[in-house]
């Protein structure tokens, strides 16, 4: 069923312990999108530039299932970009500069073919216009967010409505933390579903991801790798991947408990790949066919 | 089949970010003995002073399965004593004091009695130490060691020598790093295999485990669980767990990925029933009945 995304796409600039990409394609759009296309076709609603590189619409158009007639190219605007510095140990990094450019403009429309779309994705920006993405799709039955600190220091009580709307949240451990005051991920996450999602998921990195859902609790670990180049992106690919595999599955009700654990699976197989290179490198090169392997691979490494 | 541990027992004092428990019972050999005890029986190599508490005494014989014979209680000597504040987010701690008491004197011997032992476990201490016990275990079919950041400081070479004797190695995240310069867990692990082992436990605290196998890799969350009072002795809970899982086992070949895998369970569950409480006061109400309900329930919660 139709899976929508709106998000960002940027130019990103990353440095990592062992290397670094100067202004490569980036952006919560573009990573989700382009894990999600693995399982059937995703709808991206962003906006860019007319600084946005040629070469950067070819990647995006590598993803085949991508459907980009919700990308705004805009006149005399410049293109979101953003760079990085990874600690040491890649679990946390620094922001080094951030030029919003479209960002700091109206926000794209959502086209009217778009409109019934049934699975929403609402990558991180203000709840307040992740709220207006979500009131223009009506006929959606699983809508799921994320969010980040600088939402819930600066904006909590529109990030409060937005979560009385959505089927649920994706969000980083401290992100949890800063939202509710709980530092046991468990609580947290429960104190979260009383703010109304039916389900949260708390991601923590090369440490895996906690679900809390209305009808129980799920723990994975990441899928455990030494080949680690660039974390970038591996949220909104682990999004993807979950996102994408809810929207192809034949569940009667994606959101169950058992339907939105198969899908963390995806999402954290999505994400492996992601970290294996910068920007969307190995995304271009990665297969279904390879998904499939190492999530039964990673189903064998977790079975007890 | 036979289980013997050697290890400390020690007179503790805890202060946590919810609480303090002084002059508690502690020790890694305690810690262990009490966790493998609910699968059979376990012997325990370990001296105390002679101001060991009666009390503490009555508490090592509730858990019935422990085979106090290498008990040694030493005239004129000290109980190991340590002090311990955990940090806010209960991930690290600090070492308020330690008394070594018995443990800077001559090791306890292990009985006559004790020598077809086939499941050894060597907890935390001097690797020259554990090698002694070690060699005085010939008819041992698996040999599982722990060690710290100390012995890895100061004691690498002796380290090195055990490595190449044992079957298992069981440490804590950081001192794989530090044992082997390598910050990823799966290298670390990889490195550490060429040492000697033929599988190696990396321990992450509350975000769980990962096992690196000569035939595989296996990764475990920990419980999610938000009942968390102190997290002393929850690695060895883990390790006797595990290793009372394994003693216990019908399987030909205890080594094996797939018994240490299923072993990890258990320990995994006897851990997270230690940290509900200080000291033993949650082990000493605890039923096998229980920790098969959960270690049932966890295996639920990761299944994907």
């Known amino acids: 069923m139709a899976l929508i995304v709106t998000g960002t796409i940027g130019i990103d600039t990353v440095y990592t312990p062992t ?25 991206l609603v962003a906006a860019v530039g007319d600084d946005f590189p040629p070469a950067f619409m070819g990647t995006l158009g590598h993803f085949r299932g991508v459907d980009m007639a919700g990308l705004e190219v805009r006149r005399g605007s410049r293109t979101f970009a953003w760079g990085g510095k990874y600690h040491p140990d890649m679990n946390g990094r620094d922001t080094l500069f951030t030029e919003l450019g479209v960002l700091a403009e109206t926000p794209p429309k ?47 009580a529109d990030l409060l409505v937005l979560l009385r709307k959505v089927d649920g949240l994706v969000l980083n451990f401290d992100e949890a ?10 609580s947290a996450g429960r104190h979260i579903l009383e703010m109304g999602p039916r389900f949260v998921v708390i991601k923590k990195g ?17 899928y455990p790798t030494e080949n680690v180049v660039d974390p970038t992106g591996c949220g909104d690919t682990f999004a993807g991947g979950m996102m994408g595999a809810l929207a192809s599955s034949p569940s009667p009700d994606p959101g169950a408990m058992s339907s939105i654990r198969s899908a963390l699976a995806h999402g954290t197989i999505v994400a492996s790949f ?27 490494m977790i079975r007890v």
């Open 19 to 43: 290397g670094h990409a100067e202004r490569v394609l980036g952006g919560s759009g573009t990573y989700f999108a382009a894990a999600a296309s693995f399982y059937g076709p995703v709808r």
């Open 110 to 156: 959502v086209p009217e073919t778009f409109r019934d779309s049934r699975f929403v994705f609402l990558a991180n920006t203000h709840p307040s216009v992740q709220l207006g993405m979500l009131e223009q799709l009506t006929a959606r039955t699983l809508a799921v967010a994320d969010t980040m600190d600088l939402w819930i220091n600066t904006a909590k």
């Open 177 to 186: 933390e800063l939202l509710t005051g709980k530092r046991n991920p468990v």
């Open 206 to 222: 090369e440490h895996g991801a906690l679900l809390v859902h209305h009808d129980g609790i799920a723990a994975l670990p990441a």
């Open 274 to 300: 992601n970290i294996e290179s910068f920007s969307l490198e190995r995304l271009k090169t990665l297969t279904k066919r390879e998904i499939d392997a190492r999530v039964a691979e990673y189903a064998a």
